[in-house]
């Protein structure tokens, strides 16, 4: 079993930026992916970025693609979604996940997630 511990988030002003973290511990060694994902009040969770450890090669959501860079640190178990020219609508909890392929449906194990609050 793999654990998520996010971090990073907080009270940004919109057009701000913001870079999340996300330590995985436990059995990693099998994990393909890793990803982020966010729901705001309301709504439903929404796939934002994944990153094949592997590779590298990431894949962006709709909401946060051309404003975010995932990225990844395997020597430390680490991901890291930076996000730029930030919108009240990015205003969400934000969670960590792995994954078994970079696909948005093959995601799970997810961390308590890290609020992140976009102000106007």
């Known amino acids: 079993q793999v654990q998520l511990v996010e971090s990073g988030g907080g009270l940004v002003q919109a057009g701000g930026s913001v870079r999340l973290s996300c330590a995985a511990s436990g059995r990693t060694s099998n994990v393909y992916a890793m990803g982020w994902f966010r729901q705001a009040p309301g709504k439903e969770r929404e796939f934002v970025a994944a990153i094949n450890l592997s590779s590298g090669s990431a894949r962006y959501g709709d909401s946060m693609r051309g404003r975010s860079t995932i990225s990844r640190d395997n020597a430390k178990n680490a991901v890291y979604l930076h996000m730029n020219s930030l919108k009240p609508d990015d205003t969400a909890v934000y969670y960590c996940?792995?994954?078994?392929?970079?696909?948005?449906?093959?995601?799970?194990?997810w961390g308590q997630g890290t609020q992140v609050t976009v102000s106007s």
């Open positions: 996940a792995v994954g078994s392929t970079t696909r948005p449906s093959d995601f799970g194990s």
